[in-house]
């Protein structure tokens, strides 16, 4: 077996440890001391050169410089007492030790200043929305600017209840807002876990914003189906198949496989096991799988196969999804290089009675229906590829089988009895 030197990728490439479900670290030797070095990516040719770049720097500078370079979120100065920590200081100190996906921290972020502005009543403006002109950088520059212990528990649980209250008289608008609080609090609040506040190295105030806050009372949003699963197919295969063939395969892969916006967007023709009839979803230098137990096979009925092997042999593009937009973008946003096809396809759905807010993600949840009729709801489960069956019943499903008891059967069948005695 070939051996290289640790000033070669391919030697860093064989030594490299996924520590978590998405990033790649490293494990070096250096001046006696064995430390993990986090190397934010997953991509494994990019962590091989980060970690053959990280040597490098032990043997050239030492460790303070390359700990420095390499993980500055350790040597961040204590805020001093006297200043208080703003809501732009605390995000700085975030970003430099969380480990999360940076469309999440940005997700997390702006939930976190949307509370901020609510609370500190900062009215937002068209202008709010302004990345062109100045207008969204002066807005995040105000809230940025204000000071952590604005936050409080109390505050917060005060501008749930007023949030909420508002629709007091408007049963389904106040169910509607109850979701939305409690996703502004979860997102917001997981800038404050354990795992990130022990690594920030700053002063932070006591009590902590989040400190008692819970989620609060939601209302059930079990899956409910309005639609006509056959009924729709038909309509796709009909008015989709040979006008729009993109948005046919949309359709199907989201429909027929239960794929999320985001997997249907990265898919590629090597993700396809023709001879086992499956679809393989995982890690790509294109982007993550939305939770480790996202990766998995998916089995494909044989029309769907069938169907994607020939438009395989007609495509010259990498991507089952074909579109003239770079699979490339800015990692702190979600980007969909097929947003064009995807809009299409939404109102498309919208014209036949898929009238959700995410009429593609009512897709998936009709897939998870029809495979929970057949098979069970373990089986929907794992095709759906979620953590926990809870997710599945709770939110996924709709249980299509009639349950009901037939009295009038049941009086006959006693008379019959009856007079037989």
Same mark, same amino acid.
């Given at each position: 077996?070939?051996?290289?030197?640790?000033?070669?990728?391919?030697?860093?490439?064989?030594?490299?440890?996924?520590?978590?479900?998405?990033?790649?670290?490293?494990?070096?030797?250096?001046?006696?001391?064995?430390?993990?070095?986090?190397?934010?990516?997953?991509?494994?040719?990019?962590?091989?050169?980060?970690?053959?770049?990280?040597?490098?720097?032990?043997?050239?500078?030492?460790?303070?410089?390359?700990?420095?370079?390499?993980?500055?979120?350790?040597?961040?100065?204590?805020?001093?007492?006297?200043?208080?920590?703003?809501?732009?200081?605390?995000?700085?100190?975030?970003?430099?030790?969380?480990?999360?996906?940076?469309?999440?921290?940005?997700?997390?972020?702006?939930?976190?200043?949307?509370?901020?502005?609510?609370?500190?009543?900062?009215?937002?403006?068209?202008?709010?929305?302004?990345?062109?002109? $100045?207008? @969204?950088?002066?807005?995040? *520059?105000? /809230?940025?600017?204000?000071?952590? !212990?604005?936050?409080? &528990?109390?505050? %917060?649980?005060?501008?749930?209840?007023?949030?909420?209250?508002?629709?007091?008289?408007?049963?389904?608008?106040? $169910?509607? @807002?109850?979701?939305?609080? *409690?996703? /502004?609090?979860?997102?917001?609040? !997981?800038?404050?876990? &354990?795992?990130? %506040?022990?690594?920030?190295?700053?002063?932070?105030?006591?009590?902590?914003?989040?400190?008692?806050?819970?989620? $609060?009372?939601?209302?059930?949003?079990?899956?409910?189906?309005?639609?006509?699963?056959?009924?729709?197919?038909?309509?796709?295969?009909?008015?989709?198949?040979?006008?729009?063939?993109?948005?046919?395969?949309?359709?199907?892969?989201?429909?027929?496989?239960?794929?999320?916006?985001?997997?249907?967007?990265?898919?590629?023709?090597?993700?396809?096991?023709?001879?086992?009839?499956?679809?393989?979803?995982?890690?790509?230098?294109?982007?993550?799988?939305?939770?480790?137990?996202?990766?998995?096979?998916?089995?494909?009925?044989?029309?769907?196969?069938?169907?994607?092997?020939?438009?395989?042999?007609?495509?010259?593009?990498?991507?089952?999804?074909?579109?003239?937009?770079?699979?490339?973008?800015?990692?702190?946003?979600?980007?969909?290089?097929?947003?064009?096809?995807?809009?299409?396809?939404?109102?498309?759905?919208?014209?036949?009675?898929?009238?959700?807010?995410?009429?593609?993600?009512?897709?998936?949840?009709?897939?998870?229906?029809?495979?929970?009729?057949?098979?069970?709801?373990?089986?929907?489960?794992?095709?759906?590829?979620?953590?926990?069956?809870?997710?599945?019943?709770?939110?996924?499903?709709?249980?299509?089988?009639?349950?009901?008891?037939?009295?009038?059967?049941?009086?006959?069948?006693?008379?019959?009895?009856?007079?037989?005695?």
């Amino acid at each position: 077996m070939k051996t290289f030197a640790k000033t070669d990728v391919r030697y860093w490439s064989t030594k490299l440890v996924q520590r978590t479900n998405t990033e790649w670290h490293a494990r070096i030797r250096f001046g006696g001391r064995q430390n993990w070095w986090p190397l934010k990516t997953a991509n494994r040719d990019q962590a091989a050169m980060k970690a053959r770049d990280l040597w490098l720097s032990l043997q050239a500078q030492g460790f303070e410089a390359t700990e420095a370079s390499f993980k500055p979120w350790t040597i961040v100065p204590p805020v001093a007492a006297s200043k208080q920590l703003t809501i732009g200081e605390f995000m700085k100190a975030v970003s430099a030790v969380a480990v999360v996906r940076p469309t999440t921290l940005t997700t997390y972020g702006r939930k976190l200043r949307f509370l901020v502005s609510q609370i500190i009543k900062v009215k937002g403006t068209r202008s709010k929305h302004d990345y062109v002109h $100045g207008g @969204a950088a002066k807005w995040r *520059a105000n /809230i940025d600017a204000t000071p952590l !212990a604005a936050l409080t &528990p109390e505050k %917060i649980l005060q501008w749930r209840t007023g949030y909420i209250s508002r629709h007091d008289d408007q049963p389904l608008k106040r $169910g509607s @807002a109850q979701q939305t609080a *409690a996703s /502004i609090i979860r997102s917001a609040k !997981a800038l404050f876990s &354990p795992k990130i %506040i022990r690594n920030l190295g700053i002063q932070l105030p006591s009590p902590l914003p989040f400190d008692g806050v819970d989620l $609060g009372k939601r209302p059930r949003t079990r899956y409910r189906s309005k639609i006509n699963a056959g009924e729709l197919a038909r309509d796709a295969h009909a008015e989709l198949k040979e006008a729009e063939p993109e948005q046919f395969k949309i359709f199907l892969l989201a429909f027929g496989a239960g794929l999320r916006r985001s997997e249907i967007d990265r898919l590629t023709w090597q993700h396809f096991n023709w001879s086992k009839g499956t679809i393989s979803i995982e890690t790509t230098e294109y982007g993550m799988t939305k939770t480790a137990t996202s990766a998995e096979e998916i089995d494909v009925g044989t029309d769907l196969i069938d169907y994607f092997r020939q438009a395989k042999m007609e495509s010259k593009n990498e991507f089952v999804i074909e579109s003239k937009a770079s699979p490339i973008a800015a990692p702190h946003w979600n980007h969909y290089r097929a947003d064009c096809h995807f809009k299409s396809l939404l109102a498309w759905l919208r014209l036949k009675g898929v009238t959700a807010r995410n009429p593609l993600h009512t897709l998936r949840k009709e897939f998870g229906s029809l495979i929970n009729q057949q098979f069970g709801i373990f089986a929907a489960s794992v095709a759906l590829r979620h953590s926990n069956i809870n997710i599945t019943r709770e939110a996924y499903v709709d249980r299509k089988e009639r349950i009901a008891l037939n009295i009038g059967a049941l009086m006959k069948s006693q008379a019959k009895s009856e007079s037989g005695s």
